[in-house]
């Protein structure tokens, strides 16, 4: 047994990255039965359920979507905001009532709520049904840890800086856009946020893995990758090998690949040279995701994000005048704790000078451990909400406004799919990442086509083949 311990997972020695290679179990004792697995949060938590599910296939399991069906139950968790949990608690209802008519299932809890104290105190206390709880350092050990269970509760979380895995095997859900890790883990430690400690030190995949793992996907076929970190501008620092995030983009768009994405960018270290590159190869796709987090300059700092409004605009304008056609999308939190309404207005200021394409926007969510969380507060949960809604509104209208601008223009699109919306369309994503549904042949799926744009709605664009 190995318990979370966030004061361990708060530390970060000078020592060079460990890099290991992960070995999956192959073992087919389980042929014939199946697995459900269910993922919340983020595009690093979908990209681990991919390798989730390579582990499981190699113990010879078949996935499932309806979870009555599965001998192995895997919940791959995410701990950025309280909803969240709360969405897992409420998932393990119907787990338990499953479990109790059938105590052969596997029930095993992984991902970021893994990481936290509270969290696993409280899985002791009241969920003893849960059979394995593994976290966000040893999802290669999840094979094993089935393998040895035998009904009873084990619990293998480890408070580490955390290793750099190599040969990790990925069942991937697309066979057109792939994830692709450079970095894990994050050093920033704003003062909200729980990732530097469910998640740990930021450290580097070897620029030479990247572009090996990058040219096998072209290989295959791939049509894009994203580069995946929770900082990737700060890719190559732990190294030491000379090299940083324009050299790998760079390496990265010479590939030839058709399209590269990399989330998520900090405004902090986001350099000149990011942005030469970013504009020099055709490649590299004009979408920024920058996260804004909040207008005022005092509630930025409270945050802990190194930088200050004006910064922020300043390094807005440089990508607007050097990157052609760039969109730009961000994360703003609202009702930071003791937000005025005028560090609200200087959020609102932002907005309306960026006029962003896109916005998660969020309100405020103690994380127990974190510095913000002992903040004491004077704004209402009534007074958060309100906010969120103003904010929305306007984030609503500059989405809408940007997709109007495109229609009647010819747009490169990705072609992903058959449309949600309309079985006679397909969908896919422009190069600045706006989703459009498309009229086209089902044969275009996998292609790059253009578009013509004919309609904007506030989150999706119509068109048809050109
Ligand atoms: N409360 C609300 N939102 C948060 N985020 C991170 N931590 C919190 C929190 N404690 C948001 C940030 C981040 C995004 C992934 O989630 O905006 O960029
Ligand atoms: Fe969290 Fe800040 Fe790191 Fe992003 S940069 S993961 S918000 S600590």
């Known amino acids: 047994m190995n318990l979370p311990d966030l004061k361990k997972a708060k530390i970060r020695s000078d020592k060079p990255s460990v890099y290991k290679i992960a070995n999956d179990v192959k073992d087919n004792c389980f042929k014939g039965q199946k697995f459900y697995l269910k993922t919340y949060g983020c595009q690093m938590n979908v990209h681990d359920s991919e390798q989730i599910k390579a582990i499981l296939e190699n113990l010879g399991l078949e996935e499932t979507e309806v979870m009555e069906e599965a001998l192995v139950i895997v919940l791959n968790t995410c701990a950025i905001r309280e909803n969240a949990h709360d969405k897992v608690f409420g998932y393990l209802g119907r787990i338990k009532h499953l479990k109790k008519e059938h105590p052969e299932i596997i029930v095993a809890l992984g991902g970021c709520m893994s990481q936290e104290e509270s969290v696993v105190e409280e899985i002791l206390k009241r969920h003893p049904y849960i059979n394995i709880v593994f976290g966000t350092h040893n999802i290669h050990e999840l094979g094993n840890l089935i393998l040895n269970n035998h009904n009873k509760q084990d619990i293998e979380v480890y408070s580490e800086e ?49 572009i090996k793992e990058v040219t096998l996907l072209k290989e295959e076929g791939y049509q894009e990758v994203t580069l995946l970190g929770q900082n990737v501008n700060a890719y190559g620092n732990d190294l030491n090998l000379g090299y940083s995030f324009v050299t790998l983009l760079e390496e990265v768009a010479k590939t030839g690949i058709h399209r590269i994405r990399f989330v998520t960018s900090h405004p902090w270290n986001f350099t000149p040279e990011m942005i030469d590159i970013i504009s020099k190869y055709d490649n590299i796709m004009p979408y920024i995701h920058l996260p804004l987090q909040s207008g005022s300059d005092r509630i930025l700092k409270l945050m802990g994000r190194r930088y200050t409004k004006d910064e922020y605009l300043d390094l807005i304008n440089k990508l607007k005048n050097k990157i052609k056609d760039v969109t730009i999308t961000t994360d703003i939190i ?31 969510s103690p994380r127990e451990g974190t510095p913000a969380s002992k903040m004491k507060d004077n704004v209402t949960l009534e007074e958060k909400e309100k906010r969120l809604q103003r904010l929305n509104e306007k984030i609503n209208q500059y989405s809408k406004e940007s997709n109007e601008k495109l229609v009647g223009k ?12 309309d079985c006679n369309k397909v969908y896919g994503y422009t190069r600045g990442m706006k989703l459009v549904n498309v009229l086209a042949p089902k044969d275009v799926i996998g292609k790059i086509i253009n578009v013509l744009i004919t309609d904007a709605k506030s989150f999706s664009l119509d068109g048809i083949q050109k």
């Open 334 to 364: 609202v009702g930071f704790p003791n937000e005025s309404e005028q560090d609200f207005l200087d959020t609102l200021d932002v907005v309306n000078k960026v006029k962003y394409d896109g916005a998660y926007t969020f309100i405020y």
């Open 162 to 210: 955390g290793c750099v895995y190599e040969g990790v095997n990925y069942h991937r859900d697309s066979k057109i856009t792939a994830w692709v890790n450079i970095m894990y883990g994050c050093d920033k430690f704003c003062t909200y946020c729980i990732v530097p400690y469910t998640r740990g030190k930021e450290r580097s995949r070897k620029m030479e893995e990247i």
């Open 410 to 421: 010819v747009e490169e699109v990705l072609i992903l799919g058959i449309s949600e919306k």
